[in-house]
C-alpha cells in the first residue's frame, strides 16, 4: 500500500510539474527573456566603461544551450523532474501521517493540508524573505550567500512548522481545537518574525549603471518586470504544490478502496 501511495505521489508530481511548466511557458518565460536582454545591453555597456577606463575586460563565454532549448524542453524537464521528486517525498510524509493521527481525516483532505502546510514552510515564508529574482538578474557576489540564507530559513521554517503542529495537538484537548491553532500558530509566527530580524539582508538587484563621473548610462532593472517575475514565480510554486495535492488524496483513496482498507479511521470516543 505504502509502495502504491509513493507512485501515485510521483505521477500526481509529474502532472503537476507539467502544469507548472505550462504556466511559467506562458507568463514567466516572456520576462525571463527581457531580463536577458537586460543583461546583455548591462554587460555591453560595462564592457564599454571598462575599455574607456583601460580596463581588462573577459570575452563573452558561449551558451552551452540555447535560449529555445531553455525555455522549452529545460524547464520542462526540470519542473516535471522536480515535481515527480516532490511528489514522491509528499507522498512519504502522506504515508506516515495517515498511519498515525491522518487516519482520522479524509485522504483528500489530508493531502491538500499537507501540500499547504508544505508550500507555505518550504516556499512562501523563505520566498517573503528572499524573493525570487529573473535568472539574469543579480549580483552574481550574492548568490551563495543568498542560497545558504534562504536554505537556512527554510529549514528553521519547516522545523517551526513541524512543532508548532505537535503543540496545537498537545492544546487540543486542553484548550479545544480553535483555541489550540490559534496558540499554535500565533507560535509559529513569532518564530518566524524572529528568524526574519536574525537572517541577513541580501540585496542583489542591480540599480542604475553609472559611469566615472557619476553620470547613469543605463538604468536599473525595471521594477514592473521585477514584480510580473515574482508573481509568476509565487503562482508556478502554487500551481505544483496545489496540483500534487489535489491529485495525491483521490488517487490515495481508490488505492485504499481497492486495498479494502477503510478510508476514514473514526476517533474512538471517550466516555
Request: proline share 5%; glycine share 12%.
Amino acid at each position: 500500500m505504502e509502495k502504491q501511495f509513493v507512485l501515485r505521489g510521483v505521477g500526481a508530481g509529474a502532472v503537476a510539474g507539467f502544469l507548472s511548466f505550462v504556466f511559467a511557458r506562458i507568463f514567466a518565460e516572456p520576462v525571463i527573456a527581457r531580463a536577458i536582454d537586460y543583461e546583455g545591453i548591462r554587460d555591453h555597456a560595462q564592457a564599454v566603461l571598462d575599455r574607456a577606463a583601460g580596463l581588462a575586460v573577459e570575452p563573452a563565454v558561449p551558451e552551452v544551450f540555447s535560449r529555445t532549448v531553455q525555455e522549452d524542453i529545460g524547464i520542462a524537464v526540470a519542473l516535471v523532474v522536480f515535481g515527480a521528486a516532490l511528489g514522491a517525498l509528499l507522498s512519504v510524509v502522506f504515508t506516515l501521517v495517515q498511519r498515525g493521527s491522518g487516519r482520522h481525516v479524509r485522504p483528500r483532505t489530508l493531502a491538500l493540508l499537507l501540500a499547504g502546510a508544505g508550500f507555505v514552510s518550504a516556499y512562501l515564508v523563505p520566498f517573503l524573505k528572499y524573493p525570487a529574482n529573473p535568472p539574469a538578474i543579480g549580483h552574481e557576489d550574492s548568490i551563495e550567500s543568498r542560497g545558504s540564507l534562504y536554505l537556512g530559513l527554510q529549514i528553521v521554517s519547516v522545523i517551526a512548522l513541524v512543532l508548532a503542529v505537535q503543540l496545537g495537538r498537545r492544546l487540543h484537548r486542553e484548550r479545544g481545537a480553535w483555541q489550540a491553532s490559534l496558540i499554535a500558530g500565533a507560535a509559529y509566527v513569532v518564530v518566524i518574525a524572529v528568524a526574519f530580524l536574525l537572517f541577513g539582508d541580501v540585496h542583489e538587484t542591480p540599480g542604475p549603471l553609472r559611469d566615472a563621473s557619476g553620470r547613469i548610462v543605463l538604468g536599473g532593472f525595471d521594477a514592473d518586470d521585477l514584480y510580473q517575475f515574482r508573481l509568476y514565480a509565487l503562482g508556478g510554486q502554487l500551481i505544483l504544490w496545489g496540483g500534487i495535492g489535489l491529485l495525491l488524496g483521490p488517487w490515495a483513496e481508490k488505492a485504499l478502496v481497492r486495498a479494502g482498507r477503510p478510508v476514514v479511521v473514526p476517533e474512538p470516543v471517550s466516555v
